[in-house]
């Protein structure tokens, strides 16, 4: 049977390609809509100004609709709608709460796993280490680098999605967290691929199929007739 250790590995790996691949696309939407603004097509500045509008009108739409409504309750007339339209919709305010509060968690465990692995690498390192220890070593180093850049990059996410819980947002923060996330990935798909060779030739030492107790994958017989298997 397949060493668990190298099937982990490998997923690790893969993983960590596949977020690689996600937060580079981030990168590219996130960090460089500062410099593509600048070469927007004539329809499109149109477009942004005309939404622009739209969204400043219908603040004060909501605006003014609170205060009449908070001036006749004042007064003491009934009102047929009460409240007025709250500022935030209340399912984006739910919605951000649930991830500023995943995200410190992730963020915290990252940080977590990094002491972790920080007080790991003082029994590996040490001056003159070579070989078997000196490969451990260095997993406990880029291990470190890796938590540490997923910690920076799910508490940027905590800084846009925490603000996100009145309205607002920060394109910036979603930034960082794509730049920290390509540094995470990579150097948690390279820690885990330094360990996956020893891991594999652990696997493939006792593959050996000739050991295999005899007629274990052969399909069974009885009175000449092959049995097959239920379905």
């Not at 100004?49 to 603040?59: D, G, H, L, S, Y």
């Not at 908070?70 to 007064?75: G, R, S, V």
């Not at 977590?112 to 070579?130: E, K, Q, Y």
């Not at 680098?145 to 925490?162: E, K, Q, W």
Request: glycine share 8%; aromatic share 4%.
């Amino acid at each position: 049977m397949f060493d668990n250790q190298a099937v982990a590995l490998v997923g690790v790996v893969t993983r960590g390609i596949t977020v690689l691949m996600q937060t580079t696309l981030g990168a590219d939407l996130n960090c460089a809509k500062g410099v593509k603004q600048g070469k927007r097509t004539p329809q499109e500045k149109i477009d942004a100004v005309i939404a622009k509008k739209e969204a400043q009108i219908q603040n004060a739409k909501d605006s003014a609709a609170r205060s009449v409504n908070k001036w006749l309750i004042n007064a003491g007339i009934d009102v047929e709608k009460l409240p007025a339209p709250p500022a935030v919709p209340t399912h984006t305010v739910y919605n951000a709460i649930n991830r500023c509060v995943a995200q410190v968690q992730f963020g915290a465990t990252f940080l977590m796993r990094f002491a972790i692995i920080l007080a790991d690498s003082t029994i590996h390192c040490h001056p003159g280490v070579v070989g078997q220890e000196g490969r451990v070593c260095a997993i406990d180093i880029t291990g470190m680098m890796a938590t540490l850049s997923l910690s920076i990059r799910f508490f940027s996410l905590v800084s846009n999605s925490c603000i996100n819980i009145v309205g607002r947002a920060d394109g910036n923060a979603n930034c960082v967290a794509s730049v920290a996330g390509i540094t995470g990935a990579t150097m948690a798909s390279t820690s885990s691929g330094m360990n996956l060779e020893a891991a594999c030739k652990t696997a493939f030492g006792d593959w050996n199929p000739d050991q295999w107790p005899s007629g274990s994958n052969e399909i069974p017989v009885e009175d000449g007739n092959v049995i097959l298997p239920d379905v």
